[in-house]
């Protein structure tokens, strides 16, 4: 965000699929699909919002809720390869 990313670029997308990622291993199952639900709470629950914005800045809340629609629209168009 700092650097000027746009939430929709591949950069801001990875973000999203680490914070996706980091929450999988350490708490629990994340589907995109939860992840973007999750990401409402970022913006409209305060709690969730000081969270992200402590250690960043104001409207970093909005980019990464943005960044993780992006990378859960990315995914789901994103060809599976079978095993």
């Given at each position: 965000?700092?650097?000027g990313a746009d939430p929709s670029s591949e950069a801001a997308m990875d973000v999203a699929e680490a914070q996706l990622q980091h929450i999988a291993c350490w708490f629990y199952d994340m589907t995109h699909?939860?992840?973007v639900q999750k990401s409402?709470?970022?913006v409209e629950d305060p709690r969730?919002?000081?969270g992200?914005?402590?250690n960043t800045r104001p409207g970093a809340a909005?980019?990464?809720?943005e960044a993780i629609k992006a990378n859960a629209a990315g995914a789901a168009e994103a060809p599976t390869t079978a095993g």
């Open positions: 965000m700092d650097a699909e939860l992840h409402h709470l970022y969730f919002r000081v992200i914005e402590a909005e980019w990464l809720q």
